[in-house]
C-alpha cells in the first residue's frame, strides 16, 4: 500500500488534496501483464532484425541504392508516427491500456505481413509507413501500465525484466531470421493471381501471424488503478471545449509540462535522440557492414549475432541492475548517473567495432557495445517515469520515446547518405559507420552528463511532495 495525492480537476496550475491509498494489484497479475507485455516487445524487435536480415535481398530484388535503403528501413516507417504517435499515446492516459496495447500489436501483425504482399517499392515504402501506426502506441502504455503495476521500490526491476522482449527479439531474430533466409534462399518467386512473392517475403508474412495471438493476451490482463498525481503536478484542464480538447491530445499540455522542467529533459531528449541515431542505424547497417568487408554470410552472422547478442544482453542486465542499485544507495541522481557512465561504455565500444581487422573482434565488440546499452536502457527508462506527471505520463513518455524512434529511424537513412555520397565506395562502409559512431555518440554522453544535476535536484523536489501527501 502506498499514499498518493488524490487527482483534481482544474488547468494546468498545482492543485493539492487530501491524500489517498492506492491499491496495488497483486503480484501473480502484475508480473502476468509485464509477461505479455515482453512478449508483444519481443515480437517488435524480432520483426525489426529479421528486416534487417533482409536488407541485401530487399536491395537485390527491388532494385534500390544504399540511400532508398536506408529510406525504406528507417523514415519510411516513422512518417505516420509524426502525425499519430503523440495523439495515440495519449490514449494511454485517458483509456484501459490494454485495449491499446491489443490494438497497437494487431496493427503490426497485419502491417508486417502486407509487407511480405508488397509488389513495389511504393508499395514496401507504404507498408513501413503505417508500421509506426501500430507501434507508436506501445511503449507509452506498457510504461505507464507497468508504472501502476508495481510499486516504485520494484519499478526499476519490472523495467529490467521488460529488456527481455529486447532481448529475445535481438537474439532469436539473427538466429532465426538467417535460418529462414537460408531456408528460402533457392525459393524462387510464387505466383499467387496477380501477386509475385519473393522467397524472402514469405518471411515476413510468417513473422507477421504471431502478433494476433499476443493482441488476444492483452485481453487477459487486469488493467491496474492510476495512480494520481503528487501535490503539485501538473494536468490537463477539465471541462475544456472541443478545440482545447484536441491540442491536449496533439501534446499541448505534455510539451508545456517537458518545457517547464527542461533542464531535465532536454538533455536527456537530446542525448537519447543522437545515439538512436547511431543505434538504430548500426543495427540496420551491421549485417551488409560484415558482409562486405569480412565476406561472412547471412547464416554466418545470424548465428555469432545471436550468441553475441544473447550474452551481451544478460551480461548487461546482470551488471546493469548491480550498478543503478549501487549507485542509488549514494546518490538522488542514480539513474542518470548510471546513464551517463553507459553511455561512455557503449560510445567506446561501438567505434572499437568497425575498427577491428577481424570479422570475431568487431562482433566482440558489438558485443560489448550491446551490453553496455542494455545496461543504459533501465535507468533511462526509469528516471523518465520517475519524473514524469502522471496524469499526462502516457505522452511525457511518448514524446521522449519520439526523439528515440524518429531518430532511430533516421539513422540507417543518415548511414546510408553518408556511404553513399561521402564515402562512395560500398565496400568501405566501416568508414560510414565510423563517422557517424565518432560524431554522434560522444555528444550523446556530454548530453546525458548534463542531465545528472538537474534530474538528481527534481528528484529531491518529488520526494519532498511525496512526504506531504502521504498520511501520517
Given amino acids: 500500500m502506498a499514499a498518493v495525492s488524490a487527482p483534481t480537476t482544474g488547468g494546468m496550475e498545482p492543485h493539492s488534496s487530501a491524500p489517498i491509498t492506492k491499491q496495488w494489484p497483486s503480484q501473480p497479475a502484475a508480473y502476468w501483464a509485464l509477461f505479455v507485455i515482453v512478449l508483444a516487445t519481443f515480437l517488435t524487435f524480432f520483426d525489426a532484425v529479421v528486416f534487417g536480415m533482409l536488407a541485401e535481398r530487399i536491395k537485390a530484388d527491388f532494385g534500390l541504392s544504399d540511400s532508398q535503403l536506408g529510406f525504406l528501413a528507417g523514415p519510411a516507417s516513422i512518417i505516420c508516427y509524426?502525425?499519430?504517435?503523440?495523439?495515440?499515446?495519449?490514449?494511454?492516459?485517458?483509456?484501459?491500456?490494454?485495449?491499446?496495447?491489443?490494438?497497437?500489436?494487431?496493427?503490426?501483425?497485419?502491417?508486417?505481413?502486407?509487407?511480405?504482399?508488397?509488389?513495389?517499392?511504393?508499395?514496401?515504402?507504404?507498408?513501413?509507413?503505417?508500421?509506426?501506426?501500430?507501434?507508436?502506441?506501445?511503449?507509452?502504455?506498457?510504461?505507464?501500465?507497468?508504472?501502476?503495476?508495481?510499486?516504485?521500490?520494484?519499478?526499476?526491476r519490472a523495467f529490467a525484466l521488460l529488456q527481455f522482449g529486447f532481448i529475445g527479439g535481438s537474439t532469436l531474430g539473427p538466429f532465426v531470421g538467417g535460418l529462414l533466409i537460408g531456408m528460402t534462399a533457392d525459393w524462387g518467386p510464387s505466383h499467387i493471381g496477380s501477386l509475385t512473392i519473393f522467397g524472402w517475403q514469405w518471411i515476413l508474412i510468417w513473422t507477421g501471424l504471431p502478433a494476433f495471438i499476443v493482441a488476444l493476451l492483452f485481453f487477459t490482463i487486469k488493467e491496474p488503478e492510476?495512480?494520481?498525481?503528487?501535490?503539485?503536478?501538473?494536468?490537463?484542464?477539465?471541462?475544456?471545449?472541443?478545440?482545447?480538447?484536441?491540442?491536449?491530445?496533439?501534446?499541448?499540455?505534455?510539451?508545456?509540462?517537458?518545457?517547464?522542467?527542461?533542464r531535465v529533459y532536454y538533455p536527456m531528449f537530446g542525448a537519447l535522440a543522437l545515439s538512436a541515431i547511431e543505434t538504430f542505424g548500426l543495427a540496420f547497417w551491421r549485417v551488409p557492414f560484415m558482409i562486405r568487408t569480412f565476406g561472412w554470410n547471412e547464416v554466418e552472422i545470424g548465428a555469432a549475432l545471436g550468441i553475441t547478442i544473447l550474452v551481451a544482453s544478460l551480461t548487461g542486465l546482470l551488471v546493469g541492475g548491480i550498478f543503478v542499485e549501487w549507485l542509488a544507495k549514494r546518490y538522488k541522481d542514480a539513474n542518470v548517473r548510471a546513464a551517463f557512465i553507459l553511455f561512455s561504455g557503449t560510445t567506446v565500444s561501438s567505434?572499437?567495432?568497425?575498427?577491428?581487422?577481424?570479422?570475431?573482434?568487431?562482433?566482440?565488440?558489438?558485443?560489448?557495445?550491446?551490453?553496455?546499452?542494455?545496461?543504459?536502457?533501465?535507468?533511462?527508462?526509469?528516471?523518465?517515469?520517475?519524473?514524469?506527471?502522471?496524469?499526462?505520463?502516457?505522452?511525457?513518455?511518448?514524446?521522449?520515446?519520439?526523439?528515440?524512434?524518429?531518430?532511430?529511424?533516421?539513422?540507417?537513412?543518415?548511414?546510408?547518405?553518408?556511404?553513399?555520397?561521402?564515402?562512395?565506395?560500398?565496400?568501405k562502409l566501416w568508414q560510414a559507420l565510423l563517422i557517424t559512431a565518432g560524431t554522434l555518440l560522444p555528444l550523446a554522453t556530454y548530453l546525458m552528463f548534463r542531465a545528472i544535476k538537474p534530474y538528481g535536484e527534481e528528484v529531491v523536489r518529488l520526494e519532498a511532495l511525496e512526504r506531504v501527501a502521504a498520511p501520517s
Fill in 351 to 427: 567505434i572499437t567495432a568497425v575498427l577491428m581487422p577481424t570479422g570475431w573482434g568487431s562482433m566482440i565488440a558489438f558485443g560489448f557495445a550491446a551490453m553496455f546499452g542494455i545496461a543504459g536502457a533501465v535507468p533511462q527508462n526509469a528516471a523518465i517515469q520517475r519524473v514524469a506527471p502522471n496524469a499526462m505520463r502516457g505522452q511525457v513518455t511518448a514524446f521522449y520515446l519520439f526523439m528515440f524512434t524518429f531518430f532511430g529511424a533516421m539513422g540507417s537513412f543518415v548511414i546510408g547518405l553518408v556511404a553513399q555520397y561521402v564515402i562512395g565506395d560500398p565496400a
Fill in 82 to 156: 509524426l502525425f499519430v504517435g503523440i495523439p495515440l499515446a495519449r490514449l494511454a492516459d485517458i483509456f484501459p491500456r490494454k485495449y491499446v496495447l491489443a490494438g497497437g500489436v494487431t496493427v503490426i501483425g497485419i502491417v508486417t505481413c502486407l509487407g511480405g504482399l508488397a509488389q513495389t517499392f511504393t508499395q514496401f515504402v507504404g507498408t513501413r509507413v503505417f508500421l509506426a501506426a501500430g507501434g507508436s502506441a506501445h511503449a507509452p502504455s506498457a510504461y505507464s501500465l507497468l508504472a501502476d503495476a508495481f510499486p516504485p521500490k520494484i519499478l526499476t
Fill in 226 to 262: 492510476r495512480m494520481a498525481p503528487v501535490e503539485g503536478a501538473e494536468r490537463p484542464p477539465a471541462d475544456a471545449s472541443a478545440g482545447r480538447n484536441i491540442l491536449t491530445f496533439m501534446g499541448w499540455d505534455a510539451a508545456k509540462a517537458i518545457h517547464a522542467n527542461r
